[in-house]
Protein backbone atom coordinates (compact mmCIF):
# COMPACT_ATOMS: atom_id res chain seq x y z
CA UNK A 1 0.00 0.00 0.00
CA UNK A 2 1.55 3.35 -0.73
CA UNK A 3 0.31 6.86 1.00
CA UNK A 4 1.62 10.12 -0.10
CA UNK A 5 0.51 11.75 3.02
CA UNK A 6 -0.74 10.22 6.66
CA UNK A 7 -3.77 12.77 5.84
CA UNK A 8 -4.36 10.41 2.53
CA UNK A 9 -4.03 7.07 4.20
CA UNK A 10 -6.98 7.31 6.71
CA UNK A 11 -8.91 6.65 3.88
CA UNK A 12 -6.76 3.90 2.60
CA UNK A 13 -7.93 0.30 3.76
CA UNK A 14 -5.07 -2.11 4.60
CA UNK A 15 -5.07 -5.47 2.41
CA UNK A 16 -5.52 -7.76 5.34
CA UNK A 17 -6.01 -11.86 5.09
CA UNK A 18 -6.29 -14.01 7.96
CA UNK A 19 -5.71 -17.97 7.38
CA UNK A 20 -7.64 -19.77 9.19
CA UNK A 21 -11.59 -19.50 10.25
CA UNK A 22 -11.17 -20.96 14.03
CA UNK A 23 -12.24 -19.11 16.63
CA UNK A 24 -8.96 -17.01 16.43
CA UNK A 25 -9.55 -16.07 12.96
CA UNK A 26 -13.59 -15.63 13.44
CA UNK A 27 -13.08 -13.40 16.09
CA UNK A 28 -10.49 -11.33 14.16
CA UNK A 29 -12.33 -10.89 11.32
CA UNK A 30 -15.69 -9.61 13.17
CA UNK A 31 -14.39 -7.44 15.07
CA UNK A 32 -12.95 -6.20 11.71
CA UNK A 33 -16.00 -6.10 10.61
CA UNK A 34 -17.75 -4.12 13.43
CA UNK A 35 -14.85 -1.19 13.13
CA UNK A 36 -15.97 -1.42 8.50
CA UNK A 37 -12.45 -2.52 7.89
CA UNK A 38 -12.24 -4.94 5.11
CA UNK A 39 -10.61 -8.56 5.33
CA UNK A 40 -10.41 -11.33 3.33
CA UNK A 41 -11.16 -14.79 5.45
CA UNK A 42 -9.31 -18.05 3.71
CA UNK A 43 -10.38 -21.68 5.53
CA UNK A 44 -9.37 -24.89 3.83
CA UNK A 45 -12.49 -26.59 4.88
CA UNK A 46 -14.82 -26.32 1.92
CA UNK A 47 -18.16 -25.06 3.87
CA UNK A 48 -18.37 -24.33 7.76
CA UNK A 49 -20.24 -27.89 8.39
CA UNK A 50 -17.80 -30.22 6.29
CA UNK A 51 -16.38 -31.91 9.61
CA UNK A 52 -18.05 -32.38 13.05
CA UNK A 53 -17.51 -29.47 14.97
CA UNK A 54 -15.98 -31.07 18.00
CA UNK A 55 -16.93 -30.31 21.70
CA UNK A 56 -18.24 -28.09 23.65
CA UNK A 57 -15.95 -24.85 25.19
CA UNK A 58 -16.55 -22.78 28.47
CA UNK A 59 -16.04 -18.87 27.44
CA UNK A 60 -14.25 -17.21 30.54
CA UNK A 61 -15.73 -14.36 31.64
CA UNK A 62 -12.18 -12.06 31.21
CA UNK A 63 -11.21 -13.82 28.24
CA UNK A 64 -13.96 -15.49 25.53
CA UNK A 65 -15.99 -13.51 26.62
CA UNK A 66 -14.52 -9.99 27.06
CA UNK A 67 -13.61 -11.25 22.93
CA UNK A 68 -17.50 -11.39 21.63
CA UNK A 69 -17.86 -8.19 23.92
CA UNK A 70 -15.63 -6.41 21.82
CA UNK A 71 -17.58 -8.06 18.65
CA UNK A 72 -20.61 -6.87 19.98
CA UNK A 73 -21.66 -10.62 20.26
CA UNK A 74 -22.08 -11.01 24.31
CA UNK A 75 -25.96 -10.83 24.72
CA UNK A 76 -26.38 -13.50 21.85
CA UNK A 77 -23.57 -15.95 23.22
CA UNK A 78 -25.76 -15.11 26.83
CA UNK A 79 -28.85 -16.40 25.07
CA UNK A 80 -27.04 -19.41 23.35
CA UNK A 81 -24.74 -20.67 26.15
CA UNK A 82 -24.95 -23.13 29.02
CA UNK A 83 -24.35 -21.55 32.82
CA UNK A 84 -25.47 -24.72 34.33
CA UNK A 85 -22.54 -26.64 32.24
CA UNK A 86 -20.17 -25.07 34.31
CA UNK A 87 -21.15 -28.30 37.20
CA UNK A 88 -18.06 -30.65 37.64
CA UNK A 89 -18.34 -33.82 39.11
CA UNK A 90 -14.88 -35.84 39.84
CA UNK A 91 -15.29 -39.89 40.79
CA UNK A 92 -12.95 -42.71 42.19
CA UNK A 93 -12.14 -45.17 39.80
CA UNK A 94 -14.55 -47.50 41.68
CA UNK A 95 -17.31 -44.56 40.94
CA UNK A 96 -17.20 -42.99 44.88
CA UNK A 97 -18.46 -39.63 44.12
CA UNK A 98 -15.31 -37.20 45.42
CA UNK A 99 -16.32 -34.21 44.41
CA UNK A 100 -19.81 -32.69 43.06
CA UNK A 101 -19.63 -29.08 42.18
CA UNK A 102 -22.45 -27.00 41.08
CA UNK A 103 -22.47 -23.26 39.77
CA UNK A 104 -24.73 -20.82 41.45
CA UNK A 105 -28.00 -20.02 39.04
CA UNK A 106 -26.08 -16.23 38.01
CA UNK A 107 -22.89 -18.00 38.20
CA UNK A 108 -21.62 -16.23 34.36
CA UNK A 109 -17.44 -16.98 34.92
CA UNK A 110 -17.10 -19.92 32.20
CA UNK A 111 -20.71 -21.04 30.65
CA UNK A 112 -20.30 -23.40 28.15
CA UNK A 113 -21.10 -23.59 23.99
CA UNK A 114 -21.05 -25.66 21.74
CA UNK A 115 -18.13 -24.95 18.79
CA UNK A 116 -20.31 -25.24 16.66
CA UNK A 117 -22.81 -22.69 18.36
CA UNK A 118 -19.89 -20.52 18.34
CA UNK A 119 -19.03 -20.56 14.54
CA UNK A 120 -21.96 -20.33 13.50
CA UNK A 121 -22.67 -16.86 15.82
CA UNK A 122 -18.95 -15.62 14.79
CA UNK A 123 -19.61 -16.23 11.05
CA UNK A 124 -23.02 -14.33 10.97
CA UNK A 125 -22.54 -11.98 8.10
CA UNK A 126 -18.76 -12.60 7.43
CA UNK A 127 -18.38 -13.59 3.16
CA UNK A 128 -15.46 -16.56 4.00
CA UNK A 129 -13.04 -18.31 1.27
CA UNK A 130 -13.60 -21.51 1.85
CA UNK A 131 -12.46 -24.42 -0.01
CA UNK A 132 -8.98 -22.55 -0.60
CA UNK A 133 -5.42 -23.94 1.23
CA UNK A 134 -2.89 -22.00 2.29
CA UNK A 135 0.62 -23.71 1.31
CA UNK A 136 3.21 -20.93 1.92
CA UNK A 137 3.51 -17.63 3.25
CA UNK A 138 6.94 -15.17 1.92
CA UNK A 139 6.86 -11.84 3.62
CA UNK A 140 8.87 -9.01 2.08
CA UNK A 141 8.06 -9.06 -1.20
CA UNK A 142 7.63 -5.94 -3.46
CA UNK A 143 4.05 -6.01 -3.63
CA UNK A 144 3.42 -6.80 0.46
CA UNK A 145 3.33 -10.86 1.55
CA UNK A 146 2.87 -13.52 -1.06
CA UNK A 147 0.20 -16.23 -0.08
CA UNK A 148 0.39 -19.02 -1.88
CA UNK A 149 -2.48 -21.40 -2.61
CA UNK A 150 -2.61 -25.26 -3.35
CA UNK A 151 -4.56 -24.69 -6.02
CA UNK A 152 -1.44 -22.87 -7.28
CA UNK A 153 -2.67 -18.91 -7.32
CA UNK A 154 -0.68 -16.25 -5.39
CA UNK A 155 -2.07 -12.86 -3.80
CA UNK A 156 -0.27 -10.08 -1.91
CA UNK A 157 -1.43 -8.69 1.52
CA UNK A 158 -0.40 -5.63 3.48
CA UNK A 159 -0.64 -8.03 6.63
CA UNK A 160 -1.09 -11.92 6.78
CA UNK A 161 -2.50 -13.25 9.68
CA UNK A 162 -2.24 -17.09 10.85
CA UNK A 163 -4.88 -18.09 12.57
CA UNK A 164 -4.59 -21.76 10.87
CA UNK A 165 -4.01 -23.50 13.95
CA UNK A 166 -1.15 -26.10 15.14
CA UNK A 167 0.12 -27.36 11.88
CA UNK A 168 0.08 -23.53 10.78
CA UNK A 169 1.41 -22.97 7.12
CA UNK A 170 2.10 -19.42 7.83
CA UNK A 171 4.24 -19.92 11.49
CA UNK A 172 7.49 -20.70 9.02
CA UNK A 173 7.91 -17.53 7.79
CA UNK A 174 8.28 -16.12 11.25
CA UNK A 175 9.29 -19.19 13.61
CA UNK A 176 11.15 -22.50 13.01
CA UNK A 177 9.06 -23.91 15.63
CA UNK A 178 7.13 -27.21 15.50
CA UNK A 179 4.76 -28.79 18.03
CA UNK A 180 5.81 -31.73 20.37
CA UNK A 181 4.25 -34.53 21.71
CA UNK A 182 3.29 -34.35 25.32
CA UNK A 183 3.48 -38.06 26.15
CA UNK A 184 -0.72 -37.74 26.86
CA UNK A 185 -3.02 -39.30 23.94
CA UNK A 186 -6.30 -38.59 23.94
CA UNK A 187 -9.30 -40.79 22.73
CA UNK A 188 -12.53 -39.03 21.32
CA UNK A 189 -15.76 -40.67 21.38
CA UNK A 190 -19.54 -39.56 21.48
CA UNK A 191 -22.82 -40.66 23.13
CA UNK A 192 -25.72 -39.01 21.26
CA UNK A 193 -29.56 -38.55 22.71
CA UNK A 194 -28.03 -39.64 26.51
CA UNK A 195 -31.24 -38.73 27.88
CA UNK A 196 -33.36 -41.07 26.47
CA UNK A 197 -30.91 -43.74 25.29
CA UNK A 198 -28.43 -43.66 28.17
CA UNK A 199 -30.23 -42.51 31.54
CA UNK A 200 -27.77 -43.98 33.87
CA UNK A 201 -25.33 -42.37 32.29
CA UNK A 202 -26.92 -38.91 31.68
CA UNK A 203 -27.36 -39.03 35.11
CA UNK A 204 -23.63 -39.94 35.83
CA UNK A 205 -22.33 -36.62 33.78
CA UNK A 206 -24.99 -34.48 35.43
CA UNK A 207 -25.68 -30.75 33.76
CA UNK A 208 -22.08 -30.29 33.05
CA UNK A 209 -19.07 -32.79 33.11
CA UNK A 210 -18.01 -36.05 35.12
CA UNK A 211 -14.14 -36.60 35.45
CA UNK A 212 -12.47 -39.67 36.97
CA UNK A 213 -9.02 -39.91 37.06
CA UNK A 214 -6.07 -43.07 37.48
CA UNK A 215 -2.57 -43.82 37.59
CA UNK A 216 -1.01 -42.11 34.50
CA UNK A 217 -5.02 -42.57 32.87
CA UNK A 218 -8.48 -40.73 32.96
CA UNK A 219 -11.38 -40.47 31.70
CA UNK A 220 -13.61 -36.81 31.12
CA UNK A 221 -17.13 -36.84 29.60
CA UNK A 222 -18.67 -33.37 28.75
CA UNK A 223 -22.77 -32.70 28.39
CA UNK A 224 -23.02 -30.51 24.68
CA UNK A 225 -26.50 -29.12 24.04
CA UNK A 226 -29.30 -31.25 22.69
CA UNK A 227 -28.55 -34.77 24.61
CA UNK A 228 -24.50 -34.84 23.16
CA UNK A 229 -21.86 -35.93 25.32
CA UNK A 230 -18.24 -36.23 24.44
CA UNK A 231 -15.89 -38.79 26.22
CA UNK A 232 -12.34 -38.18 26.10
CA UNK A 233 -9.73 -40.80 27.56
CA UNK A 234 -6.47 -39.50 28.22
CA UNK A 235 -2.94 -41.72 28.78
CA UNK A 236 0.47 -41.43 29.26
CA UNK A 237 2.25 -43.62 26.41
CA UNK A 238 4.46 -43.31 23.49
CA UNK A 239 3.30 -42.34 20.66
CA UNK A 240 3.44 -45.30 18.90
CA UNK A 241 1.39 -47.27 21.48
CA UNK A 242 -0.91 -48.88 19.55
CA UNK A 243 1.14 -51.06 17.16
CA UNK A 244 2.75 -52.71 20.23
CA UNK A 245 -0.38 -53.15 22.91
CA UNK A 246 1.47 -56.04 24.54
CA UNK A 247 3.52 -53.28 26.53
CA UNK A 248 0.89 -50.66 26.84
CA UNK A 249 -2.71 -52.44 27.55
CA UNK A 250 -2.99 -54.72 30.59
CA UNK A 251 -1.87 -57.86 29.77
CA UNK A 252 -4.98 -59.60 31.76
CA UNK A 253 -7.49 -58.31 28.68
CA UNK A 254 -5.08 -58.87 26.48
CA UNK A 255 -5.45 -62.40 25.71
CA UNK A 256 -6.67 -62.99 21.96
CA UNK A 257 -5.99 -59.65 20.51
CA UNK A 258 -3.62 -58.88 18.04
CA UNK A 259 -0.30 -57.36 18.92
CA UNK A 260 -1.20 -54.01 16.42
CA UNK A 261 -4.38 -51.72 17.30
CA UNK A 262 -6.14 -50.68 13.40
CA UNK A 263 -7.10 -46.80 14.92
CA UNK A 264 -9.86 -46.94 12.16
CA UNK A 265 -11.63 -50.23 13.72
CA UNK A 266 -14.12 -48.65 16.51
CA UNK A 267 -14.71 -52.08 17.65
CA UNK A 268 -10.93 -52.70 18.24
CA UNK A 269 -10.28 -48.99 19.72
CA UNK A 270 -13.05 -49.78 21.93
CA UNK A 271 -11.82 -53.39 23.14
CA UNK A 272 -8.13 -51.93 23.53
CA UNK A 273 -9.44 -48.43 25.63
CA UNK A 274 -11.52 -51.40 27.92
CA UNK A 275 -8.48 -53.24 28.75
CA UNK A 276 -6.76 -50.17 29.37
CA UNK A 277 -9.26 -48.73 31.91
CA UNK A 278 -9.85 -52.29 33.19
CA UNK A 279 -10.96 -52.54 36.62
CA UNK A 280 -12.09 -48.91 36.65
CA UNK A 281 -16.55 -49.15 37.95
CA UNK A 282 -19.09 -50.33 35.05
CA UNK A 283 -20.74 -47.23 34.61
CA UNK A 284 -17.25 -45.53 34.18
CA UNK A 285 -16.70 -48.17 31.43
CA UNK A 286 -19.69 -47.69 30.29
CA UNK A 287 -18.98 -44.11 28.76
CA UNK A 288 -16.58 -46.09 26.76
CA UNK A 289 -18.80 -49.34 25.54
CA UNK A 290 -21.35 -47.01 24.34
CA UNK A 291 -19.19 -44.56 22.31
CA UNK A 292 -19.44 -44.34 18.42
CA UNK A 293 -16.47 -43.36 16.51
CA UNK A 294 -13.36 -43.03 18.05
CA UNK A 295 -10.77 -40.34 17.44
CA UNK A 296 -7.41 -40.55 18.10
CA UNK A 297 -5.58 -37.13 19.09
CA UNK A 298 -2.03 -37.40 20.56
CA UNK A 299 -1.62 -34.29 22.31
CA UNK A 300 1.12 -31.83 20.53
CA UNK A 301 2.12 -28.82 22.20
CA UNK A 302 4.39 -25.70 21.02
CA UNK A 303 7.58 -24.88 23.29
CA UNK A 304 6.49 -22.82 26.22
CA UNK A 305 6.68 -19.12 25.64
CA UNK A 306 6.87 -19.14 22.31
CA UNK A 307 8.45 -15.93 20.94
CA UNK A 308 9.85 -14.98 17.37
CA UNK A 309 11.87 -12.10 15.57
CA UNK A 310 8.60 -9.60 14.47
CA UNK A 311 8.03 -10.36 10.97
CA UNK A 312 6.51 -7.10 9.04
CA UNK A 313 3.50 -7.97 7.94
CA UNK A 314 3.04 -11.48 9.34
CA UNK A 315 2.02 -12.77 12.64
CA UNK A 316 0.21 -15.37 14.52
CA UNK A 317 -2.93 -16.04 16.80
CA UNK A 318 -4.19 -18.64 18.95
CA UNK A 319 -2.79 -21.90 18.69
CA UNK A 320 -0.72 -21.35 15.86
CA UNK A 321 0.66 -19.14 17.95
CA UNK A 322 0.96 -21.07 21.29
CA UNK A 323 -0.42 -24.80 21.12
CA UNK A 324 -1.39 -25.83 24.46
CA UNK A 325 -2.40 -29.11 26.41
CA UNK A 326 -6.28 -28.48 25.83
CA UNK A 327 -7.35 -27.52 29.39
CA UNK A 328 -9.96 -25.06 28.79
CA UNK A 329 -7.97 -21.78 27.74
CA UNK A 330 -6.89 -22.15 24.16
CA UNK A 331 -10.03 -20.98 22.08
CA UNK A 332 -10.52 -18.28 25.08
CA UNK A 333 -7.05 -17.14 24.51
CA UNK A 334 -7.32 -17.15 20.61
CA UNK A 335 -10.56 -15.26 21.04
CA UNK A 336 -8.87 -12.41 22.84
CA UNK A 337 -6.05 -12.44 20.45
CA UNK A 338 -8.44 -11.96 18.03
CA UNK A 339 -9.95 -9.42 18.81
CA UNK A 340 -7.12 -7.56 20.31
CA UNK A 341 -5.34 -7.45 17.05
CA UNK A 342 -8.57 -6.29 15.24
CA UNK A 343 -9.11 -3.42 17.77
CA UNK A 344 -5.27 -2.57 16.57
CA UNK A 345 -5.49 -3.17 13.02
CA UNK A 346 -8.56 -0.72 12.63
CA UNK A 347 -6.99 1.83 14.64
CA UNK A 348 -3.89 2.19 12.62
CA UNK A 349 -4.48 4.76 9.91
CA UNK A 350 -1.15 4.02 7.99
CA UNK A 351 1.48 1.27 7.23
CA UNK A 352 3.89 1.99 9.96
CA UNK A 353 0.99 2.45 12.44
CA UNK A 354 -0.37 -1.03 11.54
CA UNK A 355 3.26 -2.47 11.95
CA UNK A 356 3.49 -0.49 15.11
CA UNK A 357 0.30 -1.83 16.44
CA UNK A 358 1.47 -5.63 15.42
CA UNK A 359 4.42 -5.27 16.86
CA UNK A 360 2.70 -4.02 20.66
CA UNK A 361 0.17 -7.13 20.20
CA UNK A 362 2.62 -9.52 19.88
CA UNK A 363 4.39 -8.38 23.07
CA UNK A 364 1.07 -8.68 25.10
CA UNK A 365 0.27 -12.07 23.38
CA UNK A 366 3.37 -13.88 24.17
CA UNK A 367 3.64 -12.82 27.76
CA UNK A 368 0.20 -13.62 28.50
CA UNK A 369 0.36 -16.97 26.55
CA UNK A 370 3.05 -17.40 28.17
CA UNK A 371 1.56 -17.39 31.33
CA UNK A 372 -0.87 -20.31 30.11
CA UNK A 373 1.17 -22.01 28.66
CA UNK A 374 3.29 -22.83 31.91
CA UNK A 375 0.03 -23.22 33.73
CA UNK A 376 -1.77 -26.09 31.28
CA UNK A 377 1.59 -27.52 30.97
CA UNK A 378 1.62 -28.16 34.82
CA UNK A 379 -2.02 -29.14 34.47
CA UNK A 380 -1.37 -31.91 32.10
CA UNK A 381 1.12 -33.57 34.25
CA UNK A 382 -1.10 -32.87 37.53
CA UNK A 383 -4.28 -34.52 35.55
CA UNK A 384 -2.66 -37.40 34.05
CA UNK A 385 -0.25 -38.33 36.64
CA UNK A 386 1.21 -41.43 38.52
CA UNK A 387 -0.44 -39.65 41.64
CA UNK A 388 -4.41 -39.71 40.93
CA UNK A 389 -4.88 -37.47 43.79
CA UNK A 390 -2.57 -34.59 42.40
CA UNK A 391 -5.69 -34.18 39.77
CA UNK A 392 -8.28 -33.41 43.01
CA UNK A 393 -6.16 -31.17 44.63
CA UNK A 394 -5.04 -29.05 41.64
CA UNK A 395 -8.90 -29.65 40.90
CA UNK A 396 -9.80 -27.99 44.78
CA UNK A 397 -7.19 -25.12 43.62
CA UNK A 398 -8.81 -23.90 40.86
CA UNK A 399 -12.59 -24.43 41.64
CA UNK A 400 -14.30 -21.89 43.75
CA UNK A 401 -16.04 -22.89 47.03
C1 LIG B 1 -10.23 -32.10 23.03
C2 LIG B 1 -10.03 -30.63 23.11
C3 LIG B 1 -10.79 -29.88 24.01
C4 LIG B 1 -10.59 -28.50 24.12
N1 LIG B 1 -11.37 -27.78 24.99
C5 LIG B 1 -11.19 -26.45 25.10
C6 LIG B 1 -11.99 -25.67 25.99
O1 LIG B 1 -12.89 -26.17 26.68
N2 LIG B 1 -11.77 -24.33 26.06
C7 LIG B 1 -10.79 -23.73 25.31
O2 LIG B 1 -10.63 -22.50 25.43
N3 LIG B 1 -10.03 -24.43 24.46
C8 LIG B 1 -10.21 -25.77 24.32
N4 LIG B 1 -9.44 -26.49 23.44
C9 LIG B 1 -8.42 -25.80 22.65
C10 LIG B 1 -9.07 -25.16 21.44
O3 LIG B 1 -9.76 -26.11 20.68
C11 LIG B 1 -8.02 -24.48 20.56
O4 LIG B 1 -7.10 -23.77 21.35
C12 LIG B 1 -8.72 -23.52 19.59
O5 LIG B 1 -9.54 -24.24 18.71
C13 LIG B 1 -7.68 -22.71 18.82
O6 LIG B 1 -8.34 -21.89 17.89
P1 LIG B 1 -7.61 -21.42 16.56
O7 LIG B 1 -8.60 -20.60 15.82
O8 LIG B 1 -6.30 -20.86 16.92
O9 LIG B 1 -7.28 -22.77 15.77
P2 LIG B 1 -8.25 -23.88 15.18
O10 LIG B 1 -9.47 -24.02 15.99
O11 LIG B 1 -7.41 -25.09 14.99
O12 LIG B 1 -8.69 -23.30 13.76
C14 LIG B 1 -7.77 -23.26 12.68
C15 LIG B 1 -8.54 -23.14 11.38
O13 LIG B 1 -7.60 -22.97 10.33
C16 LIG B 1 -7.95 -23.80 9.24
N5 LIG B 1 -6.71 -24.10 8.52
C17 LIG B 1 -5.69 -24.89 8.94
N6 LIG B 1 -4.71 -24.92 8.01
C18 LIG B 1 -5.12 -24.14 6.99
C19 LIG B 1 -4.52 -23.80 5.75
N7 LIG B 1 -3.30 -24.26 5.40
N8 LIG B 1 -5.20 -22.96 4.92
C20 LIG B 1 -6.42 -22.48 5.27
N9 LIG B 1 -7.04 -22.79 6.44
C21 LIG B 1 -6.39 -23.61 7.30
C22 LIG B 1 -8.57 -25.02 9.91
O14 LIG B 1 -9.39 -25.75 9.00
C23 LIG B 1 -9.35 -24.38 11.05
O15 LIG B 1 -10.65 -24.01 10.67
C24 LIG B 1 -9.61 -27.87 23.32
C25 LIG B 1 -8.85 -28.62 22.42
C26 LIG B 1 -9.05 -29.98 22.31
C27 LIG B 1 -8.20 -30.80 21.34
Redesign the pocket.
Given at each position: MHCLSKIQCIYVRHRIAV???????LTFARVLHRHDHPVTV????PAPDARPP??????HEKL?QLALSKAGLLAEFQALSRPEGQAMRILDTDGTVLRDWRPRPDDRANPEIDRGQLRDLLLGPLDVRWG????EVVPGTRDGVLVHFADGRQETFDLVVG???????VRPAVSAATPHYTGVT?I?TSLDDVDTRHPDLARLIGDGSVAVYGVNRALVAQRNSGGHVKV?AQFRAPLDWHTDLDRHVNQNRRAGMDASLDLADADAVRSSLLAMFDGWAAPVLDLLRHGTAFVH?PLYVLPVSHTWTHVPGVTL????AHLMP?L???????MLEGAELAESVAAAPGPGDLDEGVRAFEEQMWARAGRWAKITAVGLERLVSPDPAEALALFDEVQPS
Open positions: IGGGPAGIERDGGTLDLGQRVTADGARSRLEYRLGDAPGVGANLA
